[in-house]
Structure formats: C-alpha cells, structure tokens
C-alpha cells in the first residue's frame, strides 16, 4: 500500500471546491425547500390528496434528471464543463418559474420535471475533479456533500417561514433565482478545466458502462436515494403525528441532526482517506444506513427515537456522498470522468424519482411497514456488494497506476 500524502490543498483548490459546494448548495436549496411543506401545500390543490401524486411531484425531478444526466455529462466532456453547466441551471431556473405558476399538481409536476431537466451534476463533480490533486479528491468531494447536507438543514428551517411569509409559489420562484445567482459564482471564481485527452463518439461512455466497480458504485448511489426520498414520504407526518412537533418545528430535529452529522463525518472522511480505511467506511455506512430504517420501522417513533434515527441516517448519509463520487473520479478514465459521473448521477436520479413514486404507492398500498422493509432489502444487496467490491487506493502524486484494494 503506498503513504497516503499528507501535502495540503493548494489555495486554488479550496477556492474551486468552495465556489462548487456553493452552486450545488444553492441549487440543492431550492429542491430541498419544498420538502417540510409540499405534501401539507399539497392538501389544497386539485388531486392532493392521493399520495402518490404528491410522490411523484417530489421524484418528477429525478425522473428527467436520470434521462438526461448522461447526456449532460458527455457533452461536458466534449465541449466543456461550464457551458454545460450555464445551460443547465438555465433550464433548472424555467422550470422553477414554471412549478411557481402552476395551480395545481399536474402542473407543479411539470415544473419539477422541466426542472430536474437541468442535470448538472455530472459537469459540476466532473470539474470539480478536473480542479483537484487526486489525494485531496475526498475532501472536495466532502465539501460539496456538505453543502447539500447544510443546505438540507436550512431549508427544514426556513421552509415554514417562506411559506408563511411568500407561499409555495413564492418557494418556486425563489429555487430560480437561486438557481441564476449560480451562474457568477461559476463565471467568476471558478477556473476552466484543464484539457484532457479525448477519444472520438462514445467509447468512452461505453468503457465507463462495462466497469465492474462502476457499476457497484451506481447501484449504490441508486439505492441511497431511493431510500432518501422513500423516508420523507413518511417522516414529517412521523414527526407531526408520533412526535407531536408541528411542521413549524420539524427544523429543530432536522437542523441538530445534521449539524451533529459534520462533526461525526470528519473523523470518518479522516479515516477512509488518509488511514486507508476506505473499505471499512464505506461498508459501515451502508450498515448504519440498514440499522436506521430498521429503527424507524420497529425500534420506537417517539420524539427521542426519531432524533437518534436521523442523526445516524445523516452521518452515514453524508459520509456515503462524498465518498462515492470520489471513487467514480478516481475508477473513470480521465477522457471519460464526464461520462462516468454522467451515468452515476443518472442512477442517483433514479433512485430519486422511483424512491418518491414507490415509497407514495408502498405507503398507500402496503403502509409505513412496506416502505422501511423495501429500503432494507435493497440496502442489503447494496452492502453485498460493497462487501466484495475492490477499492482504488491513493495514488503517489510522484507514481502512476491505479492500485486496487
């Protein structure tokens, strides 16, 4: 095995990576709003009252995400990150004024899709490891899962009080603005890729698509957001009904847990990156991520209960989310890296739009019980194949090679 490097990261790095987690966080903000507030916003508009719609206005983002994700993600690596990314949150911001006009839930289902149809992802994490030293991939990688994570706390706040104070079109059309004042940010503070070699068509996209340990790690995004978005369709009537804390209040669960979360990631990340740990963090976390749902299914839904559930879920959540994409980065030939996090974020779009569907018709059809048990499951062959999975190890700067553990 070789030393991990203990060299720091240069200015321009942090400077790119900042500037990077903060275009997912604002972009991030603007989905995760709608979250604490939608499904009760969602009572008073034609059909709102069959949860499966309501689930399928929260996955109908994930939908087109997971349509275009790849596409985005070659063209990225054919053209360039940023123009890619300019024409996504474009695309991102019409469907946010689209969903903030529509009256009811077919319409607001078009806006989330049009808006899920800004997929970019894949460019901005592509350019984030263009910008970044091998060894410090992780970290930037934590960054930008963070800012989502923080981005997820503030809007458990806020959400209550912009919906008072401005209502759900309000919250749309604050998502496009949100999504256009990214568009400086990456102008100005973040650098252009550096060039890579290319190869012609799509052999890239193919090389990508055959790897084995890709493929594990797609799975694996896949099956974590599913189960994201499969739990809140049920957790803030859990906290509003079990709990007894009304939706006004959900913030004070939501926002300690994932602060909470940091703390405990950090010492996981230090682990996985410089102790060579990678392997026993990852698998762990996909462990606590089974103990969680199993917890929220059969171990207690009381206040308490419900802050330990969350908690947990966070830390194993956001230690996955920074740990993953950097495993693409690091698997993925780099005339490719487009293309590989473009079909990596295409199953994490999935995972998205079917967790909102199925967890809807499974809380509907099968009860609470149905959406926990199917999280295990698929959490469960997730963690089979993590268990045999093959870990790239940092590379010497000074070396070349890609070594497996």
């Known amino acids: 095995m070789l030393a991990p490097t203990h060299e720091s ?23 995760f709003l709608i979250l604490p507030v939608f499904a009760v916003h969602a009572r008073g508009l034609p059909s709102g009252g069959d949860v499966a719609l309501v689930g399928m206005a929260l996955g109908a983002y994930g939908l087109t995400q997971a349509l275009l994700q790849i596409a985005y993600g070659v063209a990225s690596d054919r053209f360039g990150r940023k123009p890619v990314i300019f024409f996504g949150l474009a695309v991102f911001a019409a469907g946010s004024f689209v969903a903030a ?23 901005v994490t592509a350019l984030a490891a ?18 989502i994570g923080l981005a997820f706390a503030v809007s458990m ?13 309000g919250i749309f059309a604050l998502t496009g603005a949100l999504a256009l004042l990214a568009v400086p940010v990456v102008w100005k503070l973040v ?74 990631m950090v010492p996981a ?32 839904q009381s206040l308490p209960a419900l802050c330990l559930w969350l908690l947990l879920f966070f830390v194993a959540f956001n230690v996955l989310e920074a740990v993953q994409p950097s495993l693409i980065s690091r698997l993925a030939p780099p005339y490719a890296k487009g293309a590989a996090l473009g079909i990596y974020n295409t199953t994490q779009s999935l995972g998205l739009f079917l967790g909102g569907f199925a967890g809807g018709w499974l809380a509907r ?28 190890l940092l590379r010497n700067p000074r070396q070349s090679g890609q070594t497996l553990l």
């Open 9 to 31: 990261m240069s200015s321009g790095e942090r400077r790119s990576g900042a500037a990077l987690a903060f275009v997912f966080a604002l972009r991030m903000l603007g989905l």
């Open 101 to 123: 006009l529509s009256a009811d839930i077919p319409g607001v289902i078009l806006g989330r899709a049009l808006q899920g149809a800004g997929a970019i992802s894949a460019a």
């Open 130 to 147: 263009d910008l970044t030293r091998e060894q410090h991939l992780t970290k930037v990688m934590a960054m930008i899962g963070s800012s």
């Open 157 to 169: 706040v806020a959400a209550p009080l912009l919906y008072a104070a401005i209502g759900m079109g």
């Open 191 to 264: 650098p252009a890729a550096p060039p890579v070699p290319r190869q012609p068509g799509w052999s890239g996209f193919a090389e990508v698509l055959r790897s084995g340990p890709l493929r594990r790690l797609n799975f694996g995004v896949f099956a974590l957001h599913f189960m994201q978005t499969a739990m809140w369709v049920l957790l803030p009537s859990a906290l509003t009904g079990r709990g007894g804390l009304p939706v006004g209040q959900h913030w004070k669960v939501y926002l300690p847990a994932v602060l909470l979360s940091f703390v405990v």
């Open 269 to 300: 990340i230090i682990a996985a990156e410089k102790r060579g740990r990678m392997r026993q963090v990852f698998n762990a976390s996909i462990a606590l991520l089974i103990a969680v749902q199993a917890g929220f299914g059969w171990l207690g």
């Open 365 to 392: 059809t099968g009860g609470e019980t149905a959406v926990w048990s199917a999280c295990i499951v698929l959490l469960l062959a997730w963690l089979a194949l993590g268990a045999s999975m093959q870990f790239p």
